[in-house]
């Protein structure tokens, strides 16, 4: 029998992942990323099975880690603001 994660362990990682979605310097990475780790964290929330919802978890951290290494990839070679974006705190090469 395996043991599901906890509720506090499932909200840390959501958060870890949608702070890391929003890292992301590109418009369209980062609307994709959020939205996608929003979905993903609404079937987690959904599952009921332990087994799928381990099985959920475990996949969610290591997408995790792969976010966060696209992030900082993006993150250096990330380029100027489009203009659907709000103009207020502009964001230059590099700038974090």
């Known amino acids: 029998m395996v043991v599901p ?3 506090k362990a499932v909200l840390s990682l959501y ?7 929003k890292s992301f310097s590109s418009y369209n990475f980062r609307n994709y990323f959020v939205q996608r ?6 079937g987690i929330q959904a599952e009921q099975d332990p087994n799928r919802l381990s099985q959920a978890y475990s996949e969610a951290v290591k997408e995790l880690s792969v976010l966060r290494r696209s992030a900082v990839v993006n993150q250096l070679y ?3 603001r489009l203009a659907v974006e709000e103009q207020s ?8």
């Open 37 to 42: 780790t929003k979905d993903t964290f609404r």
């Open 5 to 7: 994660p906890s509720r």
């Open 89 to 96: 705190d502009v964001r230059t090469r590099g700038d974090t």
């Open 15 to 21: 958060a870890c992942t949608l702070r890391t979605a």
């Open 78 to 80: 990330g380029g100027w």
